[in-house]
């Protein structure tokens, strides 16, 4: 007969096997897979987390299967993952929304294809950074005209870092960027000054696996 602490674990292994073969077909871009262990029982939460790490503050940050596709760029799987039912706007508490993982990682036409489903591209997530903040900080230039096109405000403060996409990409030497919002804000076209508190927290969403 199997101990208890065996019986706990079990559920725990089988759960870790999941995430890891997600996070395999995610990569590969294997939508036929992902569907095959959706429909097997497997996988059938689709807002399921497949990564998760600690930042610099501590915390542990989470992924779900929507937000680690749109880290990595894979278009179909992310259309697979909304058709199973992955919500595109990420209401939990240190869980990443792909709005901004899309953002950070200058991936177009995911945000294009999160914005066709009904994600609202000016929500922050729970570090305090939207879709703005993360293209600011990491100069995506064709990500900003996306957004404005979009109607997101170009000059919301981060909830936790208190800066304006403008400071952003000037703290970051992002000149083309800085222009450009300041010129969506009716400023001259030359950067500002910089924020006395320098941007925090985008790097974490550089934390695929």
Do not use: W
Request: with cysteine.
């Amino acid at each position: 007969m199997p101990s208890r602490r065996n019986s706990l674990e079990q559920p725990l292994r089988a759960r870790s096997n999941v995430k890891q073969r997600v996070l395999t077909l995610i990569t590969k871009g294997d939508t036929a897979g992902i569907k095959a262990l959706h429909h097997s029982g497997e996988f059938s939460d689709p807002d399921f987390v497949v990564h998760s790490y600690e930042d610099d503050d501590g915390n542990v940050c989470h992924m779900s299967a929507l937000a680690f596709a749109s880290c990595v760029k894979q278009l179909d799987v992310m259309r697979v993952l909304i058709q199973l039912g992955s919500k595109v706007n990420e209401p939990r508490k240190l869980h990443h929304a792909p709005s901004v993982t899309a953002a950070f990682h200058c991936f177009t036409k995911g945000l294009s294809l999160l914005e066709e489903k009904g994600c609202e591209l000016s929500l922050e997530d729970s570090t305090g950074l939207a879709p703005v903040h993360a293209a600011a900080d990491q100069g995506h230039l064709s990500i900003l005209r996306l957004l404005q096109r979009a109607g997101v405000p170009m000059d919301a403060k981060g909830k936790h870092s208190r800066c304006t996409p403008q400071e952003f990409a000037a703290k970051a030497g992002h000149t083309d960027c800085a222009d450009f919002l300041l010129l969506s804000l009716g400023g001259s076209s030359s950067v500002g000054a910089e924020s006395e508190q320098g941007p925090h927290g985008t790097q974490q969403y550089d934390q695929a696996p």
